[in-house]
Protein backbone atom coordinates (compact mmCIF):
# COMPACT_ATOMS: atom_id res chain seq x y z
CA UNK A 1 0.00 0.00 0.00
CA UNK A 2 2.86 2.25 0.53
CA UNK A 3 4.05 1.97 -3.03
CA UNK A 4 0.94 2.92 -4.73
CA UNK A 5 0.72 6.18 -2.09
CA UNK A 6 4.04 7.24 -2.71
CA UNK A 7 3.38 7.19 -6.48
CA UNK A 8 0.46 9.38 -6.60
CA UNK A 9 2.21 11.73 -4.28
CA UNK A 10 4.99 12.05 -7.20
CA UNK A 11 2.32 12.53 -9.86
CA UNK A 12 0.31 15.40 -7.56
CA UNK A 13 3.64 16.99 -7.04
CA UNK A 14 4.12 17.17 -11.34
CA UNK A 15 0.93 17.96 -12.21
CA UNK A 16 1.64 21.05 -9.84
CA UNK A 17 4.77 22.03 -10.67
CA UNK A 18 3.56 21.27 -14.69
CA UNK A 19 0.82 24.06 -13.61
CA UNK A 20 2.74 26.55 -12.37
CA UNK A 21 5.55 25.96 -15.69
CA UNK A 22 2.74 27.00 -17.86
CA UNK A 23 1.38 29.88 -16.24
CA UNK A 24 4.83 31.62 -16.19
CA UNK A 25 4.79 33.59 -19.35
CA UNK A 26 7.28 35.63 -20.49
CA UNK A 27 7.34 39.27 -19.91
CA UNK A 28 7.33 41.85 -22.67
CA UNK A 29 10.93 42.58 -23.93
CA UNK A 30 11.69 39.33 -22.41
CA UNK A 31 14.41 37.13 -24.87
CA UNK A 32 12.77 34.48 -26.78
CA UNK A 33 13.94 32.64 -30.17
CA UNK A 34 10.41 31.91 -31.05
CA UNK A 35 6.60 33.34 -30.62
CA UNK A 36 5.91 30.40 -28.36
CA UNK A 37 8.87 31.87 -25.98
CA UNK A 38 6.67 34.63 -25.31
CA UNK A 39 3.12 32.77 -24.89
CA UNK A 40 1.79 29.40 -25.09
CA UNK A 41 -1.53 31.57 -26.23
CA UNK A 42 -0.33 32.94 -29.63
CA UNK A 43 -0.52 36.47 -27.79
CA UNK A 44 2.78 37.69 -27.88
CA UNK A 45 5.39 37.69 -30.86
CA UNK A 46 9.10 37.12 -30.75
CA UNK A 47 10.56 39.84 -32.50
CA UNK A 48 14.08 37.34 -33.72
CA UNK A 49 15.89 40.65 -35.82
CA UNK A 50 16.88 42.21 -32.19
CA UNK A 51 19.65 41.20 -30.23
CA UNK A 52 18.81 38.01 -28.23
CA UNK A 53 15.40 37.90 -29.73
CA UNK A 54 12.38 40.21 -27.82
CA UNK A 55 8.58 39.74 -26.48
CA UNK A 56 6.15 42.16 -27.59
CA UNK A 57 2.74 42.46 -28.64
CA UNK A 58 1.67 43.68 -32.28
CA UNK A 59 -0.63 46.57 -32.71
CA UNK A 60 -2.07 48.33 -29.28
CA UNK A 61 -4.47 50.70 -27.98
CA UNK A 62 -3.47 53.35 -25.66
CA UNK A 63 -3.47 51.93 -22.40
CA UNK A 64 -3.86 48.55 -23.70
CA UNK A 65 -0.87 46.70 -22.84
CA UNK A 66 0.38 44.24 -20.02
CA UNK A 67 1.49 46.03 -17.09
CA UNK A 68 5.38 45.81 -17.46
CA UNK A 69 5.22 47.54 -21.30
CA UNK A 70 3.78 51.05 -22.89
CA UNK A 71 2.07 51.48 -25.82
CA UNK A 72 4.50 52.69 -28.83
CA UNK A 73 3.83 54.33 -31.97
CA UNK A 74 6.61 54.06 -34.54
CA UNK A 75 6.07 56.01 -37.76
CA UNK A 76 7.57 55.90 -41.10
CA UNK A 77 7.99 59.11 -43.24
CA UNK A 78 6.57 59.13 -46.47
CA UNK A 79 9.16 58.89 -49.61
CA UNK A 80 8.55 62.60 -49.99
CA UNK A 81 8.78 63.76 -46.22
CA UNK A 82 9.98 67.23 -46.34
CA UNK A 83 9.57 68.14 -50.08
CA UNK A 84 6.71 70.10 -49.53
CA UNK A 85 8.51 73.88 -49.81
CA UNK A 86 5.02 75.93 -49.48
CA UNK A 87 5.68 79.27 -47.55
CA UNK A 88 2.24 79.47 -45.97
CA UNK A 89 2.27 75.85 -43.99
CA UNK A 90 3.66 75.97 -40.78
CA UNK A 91 5.95 72.55 -40.48
CA UNK A 92 7.53 73.47 -36.64
CA UNK A 93 6.65 70.71 -33.75
CA UNK A 94 6.40 67.03 -33.98
CA UNK A 95 1.99 67.76 -35.40
CA UNK A 96 3.10 68.49 -38.44
CA UNK A 97 5.25 65.85 -38.28
CA UNK A 98 2.75 63.39 -37.94
CA UNK A 99 0.03 65.69 -40.07
CA UNK A 100 2.77 64.66 -43.10
CA UNK A 101 2.42 61.09 -42.36
CA UNK A 102 0.12 58.68 -44.11
CA UNK A 103 -1.67 56.63 -41.18
CA UNK A 104 -1.37 53.31 -42.81
CA UNK A 105 2.63 53.97 -42.19
CA UNK A 106 2.20 54.36 -38.28
CA UNK A 107 2.51 50.39 -36.21
CA UNK A 108 2.05 50.49 -32.39
CA UNK A 109 3.58 47.73 -30.29
CA UNK A 110 3.56 46.87 -26.82
CA UNK A 111 7.31 47.30 -25.61
CA UNK A 112 8.90 47.14 -22.00
CA UNK A 113 8.39 50.41 -20.36
CA UNK A 114 11.68 52.02 -18.77
CA UNK A 115 12.09 55.27 -17.26
CA UNK A 116 16.24 54.36 -17.03
CA UNK A 117 18.71 52.44 -19.03
CA UNK A 118 19.39 50.17 -16.17
CA UNK A 119 15.63 49.20 -16.52
CA UNK A 120 16.16 47.26 -19.71
CA UNK A 121 18.16 43.96 -20.56
CA UNK A 122 22.04 44.66 -21.36
CA UNK A 123 21.69 45.17 -25.35
CA UNK A 124 18.83 47.91 -25.07
CA UNK A 125 18.05 51.18 -23.61
CA UNK A 126 16.00 53.30 -22.45
CA UNK A 127 14.12 55.26 -25.08
CA UNK A 128 12.63 58.23 -24.11
CA UNK A 129 11.74 62.13 -25.33
CA UNK A 130 14.75 62.54 -28.28
CA UNK A 131 15.95 59.78 -28.49
CA UNK A 132 12.21 58.06 -28.83
CA UNK A 133 10.92 61.25 -30.87
CA UNK A 134 13.26 62.41 -33.23
CA UNK A 135 15.62 59.38 -33.77
CA UNK A 136 13.22 56.89 -34.05
CA UNK A 137 10.37 58.50 -34.86
CA UNK A 138 8.02 57.09 -32.42
CA UNK A 139 5.85 58.07 -29.40
CA UNK A 140 4.24 56.33 -26.15
CA UNK A 141 0.74 56.89 -26.44
CA UNK A 142 -0.44 55.79 -23.13
CA UNK A 143 -2.03 58.09 -21.17
CA UNK A 144 0.32 58.31 -18.31
CA UNK A 145 3.24 58.61 -19.86
CA UNK A 146 5.37 61.15 -18.63
CA UNK A 147 8.89 60.15 -18.14
CA UNK A 148 8.14 56.72 -19.78
CA UNK A 149 10.34 55.39 -22.30
CA UNK A 150 10.38 51.83 -24.20
CA UNK A 151 13.83 49.21 -24.09
CA UNK A 152 15.26 49.66 -27.62
CA UNK A 153 18.53 48.07 -29.27
CA UNK A 154 21.06 50.16 -28.30
CA UNK A 155 22.12 50.71 -31.93
CA UNK A 156 18.43 52.19 -32.93
CA UNK A 157 17.48 49.48 -34.68
Known sequence: MVRPMKYAAILILLAILSLLTVGCDKEIGDSCSRDMDCSPNGDRSCDRSQPGGY?????????????????????????????DTDSDSDTSGSEAFYEQLEASRARTYCLKKCRKDRDCRGAYQCALDTLLEDDLNGLVIDSKFEGIGVCVPKDGR
Open 55 to 83: CLIISCEPDGCPGEAACAEFVTPSPDFGA
